[in-house]
């Protein structure tokens, strides 16, 4: 009798945890709506099929990111329209002249056309990943579907490249002037003569492509690195870190896009002769004074008047 209670005292613990409870029950936390097991590959991440993390990240990519890109899109597109209609396009208002300028080299306007080639295709192909499948699938089918994406895929991956490329050389190209100055402040205080009439001074790249530039350098630098993480998965990374890489590179792509679709429309319908700037490389001497009067006077002091007559005598009349 003695050593049976003995026995049962010796199972007893001899002294209360009072944190054990707690930690059983952040562990029953942790391990709540988990889905793992064992597996024999090395990758050992594969054992958990499901977790709440995961289903975290899956109802952002599949809810929150389609809400986030809709509205960011749709409301660039809108705002632009009723600008449009409202303002209209920025025409020259003292008509051409008849004599043009050379603004963009043709090395600068391979750059930039290649670049741009390649951002429109990712961002097409990269929309695919977001909107493809409640939007295009309905439409086309599972197959066409299929092979579209699949080429998509591609595409997107390959072309990351030379765009990575192109915005390395475009921040070589134009750094110098992009810079910040007091015009680009009396610039934004007038309008950019975007909202009004006025024609503001400034230099080669006023205010708002100063602003284009930045965000095409920052924002393509962040969409490349994002991305190229997401290419070459788990090196240095984890899971978590893949998912963070994943939204980043979402959501910055989303606004890239918005703002080079505000890009576009002043270098298209918004302004009346924006467009040679990256067509022919020259632009109409009038539109330059209106729009880069100071840009235009150093480059009227640089060739001198020898140069400007020659110019004028070759240049025909449009």
Not at 7 to 13: F, G, I, K, L, R
Not at 18 to 37: D, H, M, T
Not at 216 to 231: D, I
Request: hydrophobic share 45%.
């Amino acid at each position: 009798m003695a050593f049976g209670a003995q026995s049962a005292s010796a199972q007893q613990p001899t002294s209360v945890n009072p944190q054990a409870n707690a930690v059983k029950e952040g562990q029953l936390f942790q391990e709540q709506n988990r889905i793992s097991g064992r597996c024999t590959i090395p990758d050992q991440k594969a054992c958990t099929i499901e977790q709440p993390a995961g289903r975290d990240w899956r109802h952002f990519h599949e809810v929150t990111l389609r809400w986030i890109g809709s509205l960011v899109i749709i409301g660039i597109l809108a705002v632009l329209v009723g600008f449009y209609l409202w303002r209209g396009m920025v025409k020259i208002e003292s008509g051409r002249s008849g004599r043009t300028v050379v603004r963009f080299n043709g090395f600068e306007r391979f750059v930039h056309w290649m670049t741009a080639t390649c951002f429109i295709i990712l961002a097409l192909s990269g929309l695919n990943v977001t909107f493809g499948k409640p939007l295009l699938l309905p439409l086309i089918g599972p197959e066409s579907f299929t092979a579209w994406s699949q080429s998509a895929k591609y595409a997107h991956n390959y072309l990351s490249f030379p765009f990575t490329i192109g915005v390395f050389l475009i921040f070589l190209m134009w750094i110098a002037g992009n810079i910040p100055n007091r015009v680009d402040v009396e610039w934004l205080k007038r309008g950019g003569g975007i909202v009004g009439h006025d024609h503001p001074p400034a230099y080669r790249f006023n205010a708002g492509q100063k602003m284009i530039y930045w965000i095409v350098v920052l924002g393509g630098t962040a969409v490349a690195a994002s991305g190229y993480v997401l290419m070459f998965p788990f090196y240095g990374t984890d899971v978590a870190s893949m998912q963070i890489a994943q939204i980043a590179h979402a959501i910055v792509a989303v606004l890239f896009v918005a703002a080079m679709i505000g890009h576009i429309y002043i270098g298209t319908v918004g302004m009346e002769g924006a467009f040679e700037a990256m067509g022919s490389g020259t632009v109409d001497v009038n539109w330059a004074k209106e729009h880069h009067n100071l840009w235009l006077e150093e480059e009227r002091a640089r060739t001198g008047p020898n140069e400007r007559q020659r110019q004028s005598a070759t240049t025909p009349a449009e």
